[in-house]
Structure formats: structure tokens, C-alpha cells
């Protein structure tokens, strides 16, 4: 395995893994608890554990379409991890899976969470003041895609072709 793949099958399993992890914590320890719980401990007001369950994708839009959300998750992890063997500047190699870890953790709990398969609410559970909830999976979803259009930005795409 090249050391690209490498870099982002470990960068999308410790996504995953950490999505997984914080997101049974939260509903072991957040789940019914008072909403601002504990508020006054995470940094002031600025962070705090806050449980919900959010059938939709990010700032609870698409509540009525968690089916749809999750075929769409499955055609675009799809497309990334067909595309795996393309990837050739290791810059690349951490957005890359950094999103597919995302996409994954978000994928399982529309899957395997209540109300049912493929309409399962994702974990929510970390709150910053004026802002959705959001956890694990949502903030690689968004500092991958942020990163990788920084890198196009700057001129470089994920096949090694610098574009002028």
C-alpha cells in the first residue's frame, strides 16, 4: 500500500473512531441532562456538552430527507474511495480521509440509530454560542473540505498536476 493510501485509510479510521467514541459517550453521559449541561465547566460560555439527536445534515436542514442524505453519503464515499489510487501529493492524503472518516461516522448513525435504517438521527454534541450543535464527524467534514480547497487554491489538485 502506498504511503498516500496509508495516510488516508489511518487519517479516516481515527476520524471514525474518535467520531464513534465521543458520540456513545455523549449519549451515555449528555443524553437527557439539562441543555446547557455543563456549561460553566467547558471554557466559560464559549463551549459546551450539549446533547441532540438531528435527523437532518448540518444546522438540522433536510430533517424530512435522512434517506436521501445517507444515499448521497454513500455515492460520495464511493467516489473518494474509488478515486483512493489517484490521490498522489500527501497534502491531499489528510483531507481526503479526514472526509471519508467524516462522512463515515455520520453514514453509521443514520444506519444503525433510531428511528431506523437509513433514517437514523445523527449525535449532536458539541455546542459553541450562536451556532448549531455539531460533532466529531461534521468538524472533519468542514476543516477537510476547507482544506482541500485551500490546497486547489493554492494550485495543487490531489493527482500531483499543478493548475496554472
Do not use: C
Not at 458520540?23 to 459546551?48: D, S
Not at 501529493?89 to 435504517?117: C, H, K, Q
Request: proline residues 4%.
Amino acid at each position: 500500500m502506498s504511503n498516500h493510501r496509508w495516510a488516508i485509510f489511518s487519517t479516516a479510521l481515527f476520524v471514525y473512531l474518535l467520531d464513534l467514541i465521543t458520540k456513545i459517550w455523549a449519549v451515555a453521559t449528555l443524553e437527557g441532562k439539562p441543555a446547557q449541561y455543563p456549561a460553566e465547566n467547558i471554557l466559560g460560555r464559549f463551549l459546551r456538552w450539549e446533547f441532540a439527536r438531528n435527523p437532518g445534515a448540518a444546522f438540522s436542514s433536510f430533517t424530512a430527507a435522512t434517506f436521501l442524505l445517507s444515499i448521497i453519503s454513500i455515492a460520495v464515499l464511493l467516489y473518494l474511495f474509488l478515486k483512493i489510487s489517484k490521490v498522489a501529493v500527501r497534502a491531499w492524503s489528510y483531507p481526503w480521509g479526514g472526509l471519508m472518516g467524516g462522512i463515515l461516522g455520520n453514514l453509521t448513525d443514520r444506519i444503525f440509530r433510531e428511528p431506523g435504517i437509513f433514517q437514523g438521527h445523527v449525535i449532536d454534541w458539541i455546542g459553541l454560542p450562536h451556532w448549531a450543535l455539531f460533532n466529531i464527524a461534521d468538524s472533519a467534514i468542514v476543516l477537510s473540505v476547507f482544506a482541500m480547497a485551500l490546497l486547489s487554491w493554492r494550485g495543487s489538485n490531489y493527482r500531483g498536476v499543478r493548475d496554472e
